[in-house]
């Protein structure tokens, strides 16, 4: 009974400092490849992303990306290619240590396009289109320490009518309380 009492605190006490460790919020930024099938082209892209924990091991994230690139049409024509995406996602914490841990989620994403086909120096075509569409997302963090992290993230965003954008990319990121 005596020994009863000090092993119920000391594991209350445990219990509390990893579910504290869990409620942490984290942003991360990073950079990416970015391949869009629909335009058969790749290119950089920067993404941001805050993430909390909502409950035990789900997790829910606000994020967004921005890429810009240009590709020609075989002609003299050139398309400049901009997009802009936010994304919000639920991520499921699939494994995690002192200093790691896995997610997968899947979420919503909102993609603006913005074409402009350069014809010559005097003139250019606008195009600008904003798409719905659903994610799935991957992402690795490794703990530098208590606050600092890096990472790798994956996702696949799916806008209907073979239009997937693929991004694969790491990051640096912070938590706190």
Do not use: C
């Not at 941001?48 to 994230?61: D, N, Q, R, V, Y």
């Not at 967004?64 to 936010?86: A, C, I, P, R």
């Not at 979420?107 to 798409?131: C, H, I, Y």
């Amino acid at each position: 009974m005596k020994i009863g009492l000090p092993l119920l605190f000391l594991a209350l006490l445990f219990s509390q400092k990893i579910t504290a460790q869990r409620d942490k919020g984290a942003v991360r930024l990073g950079y990416a490849i970015g391949s869009f099938q629909i335009e058969s082209v790749s290119t950089g892209a920067i993404y941001a992303e805050f993430s909390k924990t909502f409950t035990g091991p789900m997790l829910i994230a606000f994020g967004g990306s921005y890429s810009k690139t240009s590709k020609t049409d075989g002609t003299s024509n050139t398309k400049d290619l901009q997009t802009f995406s936010l994304r919000l996602n639920a991520y499921f914490n699939a494994f995690e240590n002192d200093w790691q841990q896995l997610y997968i989620g899947a979420g919503v994403s909102g993609r603006q396009f913005s074409e402009d086909w350069v014809l010559d120096e005097n003139r250019a075509l606008p195009e600008s289109a904003f798409k719905p569409g659903g994610l799935i997302i991957l992402n690795y963090d490794f703990f530098i320490n208590d606050n600092w992290m890096i990472g790798a993230q994956a996702s696949g965003e799916f806008f209907g009518n073979e239009n997937t954008i693929f991004l694969l990319g790491a990051h640096l990121g912070f938590r706190f309380d």
